[in-house]
C-alpha cells in the first residue's frame, strides 16, 4: 500500500497539461456509437458496436477498430456529422478546469484517436485550449468516403504528437501532466511526471500516480497544489448509487428468510435489467423514460450522465449469475459479500481512506476493510462465521484488484467458489 499522492506534494506545477478527450472532455463513446451512427442501418450500428468490443477485449488494434467504424459512416454528410457533434455535452466542470488552468498559465492540449481533427479543433477553441490533435477524416465533395489517417491512430501516435509539442514549447517530462481513462494513452505516460487516472481502466488504474473518480474539478487541486482543495465528501449521487448497491443484500435476505424462489428471483432481476437497458437506448435516443430515466439522472457518477450506464447492468448480471451458479446458502453469502463489502468499501474510502494500493491507484486500503467488516458480517447470516471471514476476504480481495472483468462480477463469483471450497 501507499499513501495516497493527492495528499503529497508535487514537485513543480506543470506547464503544459494533456487531456484525453473521450471518456475524459466529452462522455465516452457518445459520439461515434449514439450520435455519429443515427441514419445507419441498425445492422451498421451492430457492426460499429462489435469492433468496438473487440478493441475493448484487445483482439484488434485501434487503427483497426477504428477504420472498420468509420467505414460504416462513408457517404454521410461531413456538416451534418459536424452538427449532431455539437450535441454532444461536455463533462461536469471542464470549462471551468479549462478556464482555471489557463489563468495558471498552464498550456493545454487535446489529444483524440477518435473525434475528427475538425471536431478536436472546435473543441479546443470552445475551451481555449492550446493544442488540438485528431482523426483525418478523407472527404470528397463534403462526403466521407470511409477512410481515416493521421498519428492519432497509429500505435504510440499519441506519444509521437506529444513529443512534438514538448519539442516546440521547450519542454520536459517533468513539465507536463496527463489526465487519461484508457491504455490507449500508456504511450504518453513516460513523457509526463504526473499521470492521472480518470476513472481510468484496469492498466492506467495500475500505472497512473493517481486516480480520481467524478468530476473533472477534483484534478485541479492536484495540478495546482492547493491540496487543502481535495474532496473527500459524498456527494447525493454517490450516496443514492451505493444506498441502492448495498440494498442488494435484500435479495439473499428475501431467498433466504422469506422462502422467495431464487430461480423466479433471478427471473424478475433479467426482466428488471433488459427494461433498464431499453430505457438507457432510450435516453441515449434523447427519449426519457419516467421512473428508470430519472433514477438514473440522480444516481449516476457524473462522467457516466450522457452516456450509455451500465454499471447496474454487470450489478445485476453479478446477482443472476451468482443465484444460478451456487447452491444456497453459499450464493446468499455470496451476494451479501458483493452487496456490502462492495458498496462499503466505496463509501468509507471516499470518506476516510488515506492509503491507496500500490497495485491499484483507484482503490483505499481503508475503504477494503471497512468493506471487509460489513462483508464477514453479512455473509455470517447464511453460512458460518469462518466461511464467512474467508470468503469475505477473498471476495475483497478481488474487489481491490484491477481487472478487465468488473468487479460487479469478480467479487461474487470469486466470494461464492472460495466458500464453495471449503470443507
Not at 497539461?17 to 449514439?34: A, M, N, S, T
Not at 490533435?133 to 506529444?162: N, W, Y
Not at 443465484?323 to 466505496?346: H, K
Request: aromatic share 10%; charged share 20%.
Amino acid at each position: 500500500m501507499t499513501k495516497d499522492k493527492t495528499l503529497l506534494p508535487l514537485r513543480q506545477k506543470p506547464r503544459l497539461i494533456v487531456f484525453d478527450v473521450e471518456g475524459v472532455l466529452i462522455p465516452k463513446r457518445r459520439y461515434l456509437l449514439f450520435e455519429a451512427s443515427r441514419g445507419l442501418s441498425f445492422m451498421s450500428f451492430l457492426k460499429m458496436l462489435w469492433f468496438g468490443f473487440l478493441y475493448e477485449l484487445g483482439l484488434i488494434s485501434l487503427e483497426t477498430a477504428l477504420r472498420k467504424i468509420y467505414r460504416q459512416l462513408r457517404g454521410r454528410v461531413m456538416n451534418d456529422l459536424f452538427q449532431l457533434y455539437k450535441k454532444i455535452p461536455l463533462m461536469p466542470s471542464v470549462k471551468e478546469a479549462c478556464e482555471q488552468l489557463k489563468e495558471m498559465g498552464c498550456k493545454t492540449a487535446l489529444i483524440s484517436s477518435g473525434l475528427p481533427q475538425p471536431f478536436i479543433e472546435d473543441l479546443a477553441s470552445q475551451l481555449g485550449c492550446d493544442y488540438a490533435f485528431g482523426v483525418d477524416l478523407e472527404v470528397a465533395e463534403s462526403h466521407l468516403t470511409g477512410q481515416i489517417g493521421g498519428d492519432v491512430i497509429k500505435p504510440g501516435g499519441k506519444a509521437l504528437i506529444l513529443k512534438r509539442i514538448q519539442e516546440r514549447e521547450g519542454l520536459t517530462a517533468q513539465d507536463c501532466a496527463l489526465v487519461a481513462d484508457d491504455r490507449n494513452n500508456l504511450p504518453m505516460l513516460q513523457l509526463c511526471s504526473t499521470r492521472i487516472g480518470y476513472n481510468p481502466d484496469f492498466r492506467l488504474a495500475y500505472k497512473s500516480d493517481i486516480v480520481v473518480k467524478g468530476d473533472l474539478a477534483e484534478v485541479l487541486p492536484i495540478l495546482t497544489g492547493n491540496l487543502a482543495d481535495v474532496n473527500h465528501s459524498i456527494s447525493r449521487r454517490e450516496l443514492i448509487r451505493e444506498t441502492i448497491h448495498v440494498a442488494g443484500f435484500f435479495v439473499p435476505v428475501f431467498c433466504a428468510y422469506f422462502a422467495f424462489n431464487h430461480y423466479f428471483v433471478a427471473f424478475l432481476i433479467f426482466v428488471v435489467t433488459m427494461l433498464y437497458a431499453a430505457s438507457e437506448l432510450a435516453r441515449m435516443l434523447g427519449v426519457n423514460l419516467p421512473i428508470m430515466s430519472t433514477i438514473t439522472w440522480k444516481a449516476a457518477a457524473q462522467p457516466e450522465v450522457y452516456e450509455f450506464v451500465t454499471a447496474p447492468i454487470s450489478f445485476a448480471v453479478g446477482i443472476m449469475l451468482t443465484l444460478l451458479l451456487f447452491p444456497a446458502p453459499v450464493s446468499y453469502a455470496s451476494i451479501a459479500i458483493f452487496t456490502l463489502g462492495d458498496g462499503f468499501a466505496t463509501l468509507f474510502g471516499r470518506k476516510v481512506g488515506n492509503h491507496v494500493f500500490s497495485y491499484n491507484k483507484g482503490k483505499k486500503v481503508e475503504g477494503t476493510l471497512f468493506g471487509f467488516l460489513f462483508a464477514s458480517l453479512g455473509a455470517s447470516l447464511f453460512i458460518s462465521p469462518l466461511r464467512a471471514l474467508v470468503g469475505a476476504a477473498l471476495g475483497m480481495i478481488a474487489e481491490s484488484l484491477p481487472s478487465p472483468v468488473n468487479d460487479n462480477l469478480t467479487i461474487p463469483l470469486v466470494a461464492g467458489l472460495t466458500m464453495l471450497l471449503l470443507p
